[in-house]
């Protein structure tokens, strides 16, 4: 069973500033990497995926990276905005088509 | 293309009443993938449909079936509703041969009393 945990649980940052969330996992036979974000009472939004044979990926001012030998991701956020506000979710899967353990989140806020 | 929908948005159930949720998969996709998400907490597997069959399961009791359609939505029912029942309750499509990830649908949120 793949055990995931996200630190910092919670998170408070003045607007403009970068920031990384941390996920962490137990199987490092992860076959892909997902980060979503949701906000209070809604789905969740896929940010990036991450395959087993990649490194990173980016997206506007995110940027995801995957170290499978040390059962670590991080999502970097650059110039942080209010809007980004949300709780932020990893995700990793160990087989194709199979079920996504998830952590349980990091919740962001930045302070305008 | 059009993105995964769930039905109903909210809904209120008595315990030991029976519930239906239902979902749309994106357009393409061929595998519906069914989490239960508890306040606080990361979502938890519940089951996989890929080809109108369960394809993998969490740790849930019976009482929580499913089933997917030759269109590929599909639909959770939850018998004998406890408290603990609820929950958000998210739906993820995906295409199961390939690495694309899941697509959510907004959820629905399920209140028993």
């Known amino acids: 069973k793949q055990e995931v945990t996200q630190i910092p649980a919670a998170l408070s940052v003045p607007e403009g500033e970068n920031l990384v969330l941390n996920c962490s996992f137990t199987?490092?036979?992860?076959?892909?990497l997902q980060w979503f974000r949701q906000d209070p009472g809604k789905g969740l939004t896929s940010l990036l995926l991450?395959?087993?044979?990649?490194r990173e990926q980016t997206s506007g001012r995110l940027n995801a990276s995957l170290d499978k030998s040390s059962g670590r991701s991080t999502l970097y956020i650059a110039a942080s905005q209010p809007g980004d506000s949300a709780t932020y979710l990893c995700?990793?899967?160990?087989?194709?088509?199979?079920?996504?353990?998830f952590g349980t989140g990091t919740s962001l806020t930045v302070i305008p | 293309e059009t993105g995964v929908t769930q039905s109903p948005t909210h809904l209120i159930k008595t315990r030991g009443q029976q519930v239906t949720l239902r979902c749309s998969s994106q357009?393409?996709?061929?595998?519906v993938s069914w989490y239960q998400q508890a306040l606080g907490q990361g979502p938890q597997f519940i089951f996989q449909?890929?080809?109108?069959?369960?394809?993998g399961r969490g740790n849930f009791p019976p009482r929580f079936s499913g089933l997917q359609f030759p269109n590929y939505s599909s639909e959770l029912n939850v018998n004998a509703l406890e408290l603990d029942d609820s929950a958000l309750y998210l739906c993820?499509?995906?295409?199961?041969?390939?690495?694309?990830?899941?697509?959510f649908g907004s959820g629905t949120r399920l209140t028993v009393v």
């Open positions: 993820a499509s995906s295409y199961r041969d390939r690495v694309y990830g899941y697509t």
């Open positions: 199987d490092s036979a992860i076959y892909n």
């Open positions: 991450i395959q087993s044979s990649q």
């Open positions: 995700a990793g899967a160990v087989h194709t088509g199979n079920q996504f353990y």
């Open positions: 357009s393409g996709h061929n595998t």
């Open positions: 449909y890929y080809r109108e069959e369960e394809n």
